[in-house]
Nanobody
Framework: QVQLVESGGGYVQPGGSLRLSCVAS????????MAWYRQAPGKERELVAT???????NYADSVKGRSTISRDNAKNAVYLQIDGLKPEDTAVYYC???????????WGQGTQVTVSS
């Protein structure tokens, strides 16, 4: 079992940047595929970025080129940097961990990102 706590959300103007953090406890993240999802009001939750156990990363087209997902195994944390924020990036961002052994899924409580002038 792993517990995930996100932080770093907030209110930012268009064009700004944010770095979201997700700190895990209860298990080492090296045995999980980590991901960030987001859910905007009235929309389904969507995948933003993934970081696999082998170190490969993938991004949604909507954030590709202006977003970086990274992982610090020593701190048991995963991060999402988004630059050039747009109003359509406004959403609750969720950290996700999926065990590569059991395929169990774990979610954080989410952190709100609001992009507005």
């Amino acid at each position: 079992q792993v517990q995930l706590v996100e932080s770093g959300g907030g209110y930012v103007q268009p064009g700004g940047s944010l770095r979201l953090s997700c700190v895990a406890s209860g298990s080492a993240l090296v045995v999980y595929t980590m991901a960030w999802y987001r859910q905007a009001p009235g929309k389904e939750r969507e995948l933003v970025a993934t970081f696999t156990g082998t170190g490969s990363t993938n991004y949604a087209d909507s954030v590709k080129g202006r977003s970086t997902i990274s992982r610090d195994n020593a701190k048991n944390a995963v991060y999402l940097q988004i630059d050039g924020l747009k109003p359509e990036d406004t959403a609750v961002y969720y950290c996700n961990a999926r065990s590569i052994v059991t395929n169990n899924n774990y979610w954080g409580q989410g952190t709100q990102v609001t992009v507005s002038s």
